[in-house]
């Protein structure tokens, strides 16, 4: 669902397709460094979804908060969640180390009532600066 819905932005229809089919192709044909290549462009457009969703809901977020508390919430807790989901990107493809991931979750407060559109913005800043 995410990834058809970013096609238009990002690519990822294509992207994944065609790195599946490659990886596949590479495999029949014993190309074996030619399908460690597609599965790491497929581990990368993974976390590319996931960040990008993730932008998505904090600008959604952004929009609403202060003016429909039930759709705030709503987007900021899935910004969230996305941006934990980071974490768990492969280790040899992920753009986001341990230390950047827990500064980044560090910037989201304990209590989503607490949050300011200045610290959505830097989240967002900080998404966007590695992805």
Known sequence: KYCHQQQNSINSDYDLMNNFITGRVAINNGLYSDRDIAINNIRKEWEDIVAYQAMVYLNEASIY???????????????????????????????????????????????????????????????????
Do not use: C
């Open 65 to 131: 908060f202060g003016n429909d508390d039930a759709k705030y919430l709503h987007n900021i807790t899935l910004a969230y969640a996305f941006v934990r989901n980071l974490k768990y990107a492969p280790v040899l493809t992920q753009r986001i180390n341990i230390n950047e991931y827990s500064t980044l979750l560090q910037m989201f407060p304990t209590n989503f009532w607490n949050i300011t559109v200045q610290d959505i913005n830097a989240i967002k800043n900080t998404l966007d600066a590695k992805y």
